[in-house]
């Protein structure tokens, strides 16, 4: 079979683990502080403003904290998104309100945000899906309201004015398996404002402040660190962000030759466009053919395949809790339908892509629209 994704790990990763074990510190130790220090080099960012966290969710729970957006806020996010950064918001109290995104990019621009706006509106979650860049220069300079950049697929994404989760003040990321680079389960805040960064550095630990009076808790925090062992792995990760991003390019390069023969296989020039990182490998599927059968279809090939993403709206544990923008959400509902994820790792041999393009273009004529 071959899988949609594998982690690259290795020795580097056992090594570095070996070292937290055998050193018995397991939380907020040096691993931490230098997997944080890795990712600042990465982004061209300060060390100050990187906070690292359990999770991308988490990373994004944070990063509305240091708004201190609460109850009776709203707070605008895409609809085609995995649901849990709606569920960040809902933690804080306040209403996610999902708007629509270009169906080509999968990303929000100003229009659908707008759209989406009230005057309650108190931040906007701009997604870089799958790693394609959202311009969140146009969004900053035309909304009336901060932005936090989404950027947990898409490290090492160039955006207008510095990497994608270094542009707005507040970006997330996330290192769960499926993401560029993996600590296991992880996150990060890069806040570039240093008294946002210091609060969330409190945040994630209950809220602890430690002085030279000891330890108090100014406010209630989260249980949100990153341990050891997960910055151990990211740290041995960061040291192959660079081949890793390459290898995922030379892979969607590989698929850009033998998908342009396939005629149901739509992709767009976000698809192809230099400046980002391949968190998968997402195309649009011909709106005339059964997805499912397709996905099936594949797996008896051998081939694993799997949706884009989610509509949030469309999640019955949502429905109630999330407000839908009055502009609609067409371009969502499209993706949501019609896209579909290939199998893309750095270490991808073209006879991998040969056999997942054979068997794409032998499951399409056979996939054709459910009576
Ligand atoms: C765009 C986006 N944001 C946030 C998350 C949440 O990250 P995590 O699974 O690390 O909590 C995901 C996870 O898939 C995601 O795709």
Redesign the pocket.
């Known amino acids: 079979m071959i899988r949609l994704t594998r982690p690259s790990l290795g020795d580097e990763e056992l090594h570095e683990l070996e070292r937290v074990l055998a050193s018995g510190q397991l939380v907020q130790g040096p691993a931490v502080a230098a997997f944080e220090t890795a990712l600042a080099e990465a982004l061209r960012v300060s060390p100050a403003s990187v906070v690292a966290c359990s ?6 729970q944070l990063a509305l904290a240091a708004l201190s957006v609460g109850p009776g806020d709203e707070v605008v996010l895409p609809d085609f ?2 649901p ?2 709606a569920s ?1 918001v809902l933690y804080t109290g306040a209403t996610p309100v999902v708007c629509d995104v270009d169906p080509e990019s999968f990303n929000v621009d100003e229009g659908t945000v707008r759209a989406a706006m009230t005057e309650r509106t108190r931040a906007v979650i701009a ?3 799958f790693g394609v860049p959202c311009d969140v220069e146009s969004l900053m300079n035309a909304l009336p309201c901060p932005v936090i950049e ?1 950027a ?2 898409a490290l090492g994404t160039r955006g207008a004015t510095g990497f994608a989760g270094t542009q707005t003040g507040l970006g ?1 990321f ?3 398996p ?2 560029i680079i993996t600590t296991g ?3 990060a805040v890069i806040a570039r404002d240093p008294a946002h960064a210091t609060r969330l550095r409190h945040l994630r630990q209950h809220g602890m402040r430690f002085g030279t009076a000891g330890v108090d808790f100014p406010e209630v925090g989260y249980a949100a660190r990153m341990s050891e062992l997960h910055a151990a792995v990211g740290l041995a990760q960061m040291r192959k962000l660079d081949a890793i991003i390459a290898g995922r390019a030379r892979a969607a390069a590989a698929y850009r030759v033998r998908l342009s023969r396939i005629d149901a296989v739509r992709t767009t020039r976000w698809t192809w466009h230099p400046d980002r990182v391949y ?1 998968g490998l997402v195309v649009l599927l011909d709106a005339a053919l059964d997805r499912t059968r397709v996905i099936s279809g594949l797996r008896e090939r051998g081939v694993e395949s799997t949706i884009g ?1 989610y509509a949030i709206h469309a999640q019955a544990g949502f429905q109630s809790v999330v407000r839908v923008s009055p502009g609609g959400l067409r371009g969502s509902r499209y993706a949501a339908d019609h896209c579909l994820t290939l199998p893309l790792r750095p270490d991808m041999t073209d006879d991998d892509i040969d056999q997942v393009c054979a068997a794409l273009g032998s499951v399409i004529p056979h996939a054709g629209a459910s009576a």
């Open positions: 999770t991308g969710t988490t990373a994004l998104v995995f849990s950064v960040a997604v870089h899906q989404d947990a697929c997330c996330s290192f769960h499926r993401k389960e992880g996150g968190q993403t």
